[in-house]
């Protein structure tokens, strides 16, 4: 099987243009029950992405990876039911909340596990994949070596994220609220309410880290996205099943034109793997050519080791 290429739409006609450019499987959800969606998909939203994506051909994964607080059971408990009949591929959760409810609810969902910096070794991946987690997206502060040695003995499907940001601290505390609240600078709090377009800003570094606030709290954001496109042949070799791109704060057109890109790599390594060596350089400038402004692109920890 071809490795799967999974993204992060943002509106109903993104879906579209995605489909369209070669995406096999879509991250949805809702903000509550989902942290740091690249776009809030509510419930008969939720309906109408998941038919247009089956109706594709294509799959579609809803993501319930929130940290939840017992206050927050009841609507889960609905919020899965709900879910459950709209047939999605799988859900996506962070910790074994999720995984009590769809036995205690009987329900017939499959499981993917994200739990963002805790997937870090095989033992994990097999623990969960036993408790009906067939698939685990692998922490983004390994190295390259570390993901392989982990997909040779993990007995369950990996995923890696090889395009976007990181996230690098998350608070339920409103810390850009809080900010302009001490600075006695409430007129500022409702203005950036929601506000993704904020930064911290490191002069020693000359370097920009979004920061933003939802309903989940406060989120501070890596200062360059991981760009792993060079790295695509051993991934794939190493026995990966999924490689994701994620499109958090970024524009639908940068997003589309990044999963084409990978579209074009994957179909080349597949069809001709000569061809897929020589031209693997220029797939990096490629993006290279269309990042953002003031936001450059890395190998994130592919090639370090996290020091915690």
């Excluded at 206050?71 to 709900?82: G, I």
């Excluded at 958090?248 to 999963?259: P, R």
């Excluded at 793997?273 to 450059?296: G, S, V």
């Amino acid at each position: 099987m071809q490795v799967e290429l999974v993204v992060t739409p943002k509106s109903i006609e993104h879906i579209y243009e995605l489909i369209n450019v070669g995406a096999d499987s879509f991250v949805i959800g809702e903000e509550k029950f989902a942290l740091r969606l690249a776009c809030e998909f509510k419930k008969e939203e939720l309906k109408r992405a998941i038919d247009i994506i089956h109706q594709a051909g294509k799959k579609a994964y809803v993501s319930v990876n929130k940290i939840y607080h017992n206050k927050d059971l009841a609507s889960l408990v609905e919020y899965l039911k709900y879910v459950e009949k709209l047939k999605p591929d799988a859900i996506i959760f962070g910790e074994p909340t999720i995984i009590t409810v769809v036995r205690e609810e009987n329900l017939n969902l499959k499981l993917q596990w994200d739990p963002h910096t805790l997937a870090t070794n095989s033992y994990s991946c097999n623990f969960f994949g036993k408790r009906g987690a067939y698939r685990t997206c692998l922490s983004k502060e390994l190295t390259i070596e570390e993901i392989e040695n982990i997909a040779k003995k993990s007995s369950y499907e990996i995923e890696v994220q090889v395009q976007g940001m990181l996230c690098m601290f998350q608070s339920t505390r409103k810390l850009i609220d809080n900010y302009f609240l001490y600075n006695k600078k409430e007129d500022y709090v409702e203005k950036y309410k929601n506000n993704r377009k904020l930064f911290l800003y490191s002069k020693d570094r000359d370097e920009r880290y979004p920061i933003f606030e939802d309903s989940n709290g406060t989120h501070i954001m890596s200062a360059k996205d991981i760009c792993a496109i060079e790295y695509l042949d051993r991934l794939i070799k190493s026995g990966v099943a999924a490689l994701k791109i994620d499109g958090i704060l970024k524009s639908e057109k940068y997003i589309t034109e990044v999963t084409t890109i990978y579209r074009d790599a994957i179909d080349l390594y597949y069809e001709n793997f000569e061809d897929y060596q020589e031209e693997k350089n220029d797939f990096y400038n490629d993006i290279e050519l269309i990042k953002p402004k003031y936001r450059d692109i890395d190998l994130g920890f592919f090639n370090k080791k996290t020091i915690y």
